[in-house]
């Protein structure tokens, strides 16, 4: 009995587009009019470069990815104490970059710019140098984040958001749009606001449609309520949690972990 034989879709490069001799496309990879793909860019199979896309150098893109009009990827840091050291951008599997969004490399802090698998990235949004986004990031229009900014698993940023450098945004969170984030943003919680972000609870709804049981966000919420709540500084409150029997569960050690070890203060 003959097994079938898999056939593997052509590399398709328009005729104005640049591809650098050392740039390596998967089977699948289209690269559509005037994108340029430069030295050192690994493209993974399926993923389509659209037009006027550039990719300047030592990035690699996952398989499915979606780069769309205009976007810019793989770039040198715009940070005074780049001296050109060799830094990457890792992009993983199935990420969307909307039309004019901008992704830098790293620097010698890092030496690398992450973003992960299945991310949306709106137009005209800047991820800069250093940064690590998880995934299931949503990234939306116009927003703006410094250096070293981490976002975590299935954050969701709204649009014209401007996040300071090392700021870290935690898993599952929610971020108003046109807010100004300076201090980082815990799980599972939403933030707004401009000249003071404020929390403004648990993101319920996100949590919800992520299947997270209604016992683990009871538990969820009785934990934000006497983290920020209660009155109690937070070593006392941290304190507290951890001594509830009923609030045992993984994702509370998480929310308390990430508390203990931010570097900028939390917004609150």
């Known amino acids: 009995m003959k097994r079938a034989v898999e056939t593997l879709a052509p590399v398709a490069i328009d005729e104005t587009a640049i591809v650098h001799p050392s740039a390596e496309l998967d089977h699948g990879v289209e690269v559509q009019p005037f994108a340029i793909v430069g030295p050192g860019v690994r493209i993974g199979a399926n993923t389509r470069v659209g037009p006027r896309v550039l990719i300047e150098k030592d990035t690699t893109i996952g398989t499915d990815c979606r780069l769309s009009n205009g976007a810019v990827l793989g770039t040198d840091p715009q940070d005074l104490k780049y001296e050109g050291e060799e830094t990457v951008l890792r992009v993983g599997d199935r990420t969307v970059v909307r039309e004019f969004a901008t992704v830098n490399r790293g620097t010698a802090a890092s030496g690398r710019t992450v973003i992960g698998s299945d991310c949306l990235l709106m137009a005209y949004c800047h991820i800069a140098h250093d940064c690590e986004l998880g995934n299931h990031v949503v990234v939306a229009n116009a927003t703006n984040m410094g250096g070293h900014v981490c976002i975590e698993d299935r954050a969701t940023v709204s649009g014209m958001v401007a996040i300071h450098q090392f700021v870290r945004v935690g898993a599952h969170a929610f971020v108003g749009g ?61 304190e507290r949690v951890e001594q509830d029997p009923k609030l045992s569960q993984p994702e509370v050690g998480y929310f308390l972990d990430f508390i203990r070890n931010s570097t900028r203060g939390i917004t609150s």
């Open 178 to 238: 046109g807010s100004r984030i300076r201090q980082d943003v815990p799980p599972y919680c939403r933030v707004v606001g401009y000249s003071s972000p404020k929390l403004y609870g648990l993101n319920s709804v996100g949590l919800e449609r992520r299947g997270f049981s209604a016992e683990l966000r009871r538990s969820l919420k009785r934990t934000y309520r006497i983290l920020f709540q209660s009155g109690l500084n937070m070593s006392e409150a941290i």
